[in-house]
Nanobody, 127 residues
Framework: QVQLVESGGGLVQAGGSLRLSCAAS????????MGWFRQAPGKEREFVCA????????YYADSVKGRFTISRDNAKKTVYLQMNSLKPEDTAVYYC????????????????????WGRGTQVTVSS
């Protein structure tokens, strides 16, 4: 069993930055993919980015490419999401997720592909 706990959310002005953390506990296999999703009010949960736990390869949604950076610290079992140049449309609850059995090719970008989820952290960007 894997537990994920997000932190670091808050209120920030447009153009500002935030750094989210996702602390993992339990058995994390090196084959796992760790992802960040977000869900705004009245909208479906959407993929933000992902990272491989082993090699550190990354993948981003077009909407955040060049502004957000995902990273991980294997020793601390923590995944980070550095968010820069934030926009009001980035406002959402951000969730950390773990994919126990990743695709053989490509990246999982839909929620049902992920097996473990945190409870989320609110990010609000004011204009």
């Amino acid at each position: 069993q894997v537990q994920l706990v997000e932190s670091g959310g808050g209120l920030v002005q447009a153009g500002g930055s935030l750094r989210l953390s996702c602390a993992a506990s339990g058995r994390i296999s090196v084959s796992y993919i760790m992802g960040w999703f977000r869900q705004a009010p009245g909208k479906e949960r959407e993929f933000v980015c992902a990272i491989s736990w082993s090699g550190g390869s990354t993948y981003y949604a077009d909407s955040v490419k060049g502004r957000f950076t995902i990273s991980r610290d294997n020793a601390k079992k923590t995944v980070y999401l550095q968010m820069n140049s934030l926009k009001p449309e980035d406002t959402a609850v951000y969730y950390c997720a773990a994919d126990e059995v990743p695709r053989l090719r490509g990246w999982g970008t839909v929620p049902y592909e992920y097996d473990y989820w945190g409870r989320g952290t609110q990010v609000t960007v004011s204009s």
